[in-house]
């Protein structure tokens, strides 16, 4: 930029100032093209060449990050109000509250799961306390529900019951 | 047999209702998918349902929340609770589903009466 500055009066000069013209431009070009150079090398030694990572709640190392973006519960907990701290709105209807039986929906995702509270002294899963799965994609009582690797299963299947953790 | 006395013997939580049928003189006709996995006897090598008939004679019904229920022709009914009131009465708690993309609809319905017959397929 310096050589553009002064190049009027060193080409009114005659050859002499042509010769320092030329000298001027080409010392103007190396210091341009060593500061680029030590600017590309500056960040090659503070920015990273990878893709850019998680930086809040992030999955802890071997965990999908589909188990934290709501397409399925994290665990099937055994206090069904955690599950609202999961992005959950209950849906219960309140007749089936009275008898223990709390259901979820996952706005974003659709992701519908129903809590069933075990009965003292009651046998088999009635029981126990559990949830189910809903298959969005069913299309009768033999895909009705998930198992708990998320694969269709007849509906109250033995599989079909998730156990809490 | 008394409803009493069925309840004691069939638990119908968890097992599904296929086919619902209001026959002539009071009699309600069930077909149902019971769950093996809720009864006393249950053994893990038996498979999770058998098929049943249950005949309810001299049957009345209470559609207990009011949505004009009257059985169904097409879907299933999963039953997710039961209550027996007294001995002749037994309060069914079932999530209906047409499988037509919307959600299960809760049903409660109070069964009423003082015969009641059970036949394994």
Known sequence: MAAVGVAPPLIALGPAGWVALGVLGIVSVGVTAVSIYNASKEADETLSNEEPGCTENCPEKGEKDSDLTGEKPKDYPKNPDNLLDDGYEETTHPEAGKHGVRRFKNPKTGDEVEFHKGKTGASGWEGEDHWHRFNPNKSGKEDAMLDENGQPVRKGSNPSHLEPK | ?121
């Open chain 2, 1 to 121: 047999m008394k409803l009493s006395e069925f309840i004691k013997k069939y638990n119908l939580y968890g097992s599904i209702i296929t086919s619902w049928n209001w026959a002539e003189n009071h009699r309600l006709v069930l077909e149902l998918d019971l769950s093996n996995l809720n009864q006393q006897n249950y053994e893990e090598n038996t498979s999770d349902f058998r098929e049943i008939i249950i005949i309810f004679n001299n049957c009345f019904l209470i559609d207990t929340l009011n949505q004009g229920f009257y059985g169904f022709s097409n879907g299933d009914g999963r039953i997710i609770a039961q209550e027996l009131l007294n001995e002749n009465s037994l309060k069914i708690l079932f999530m209906h589903d047409l499988y037509n993309g919307e959600s299960e609809k809760l049903v409660a319905i109070i069964v009423t009466s003082s015969d009641v017959l059970a036949i394994d397929k």
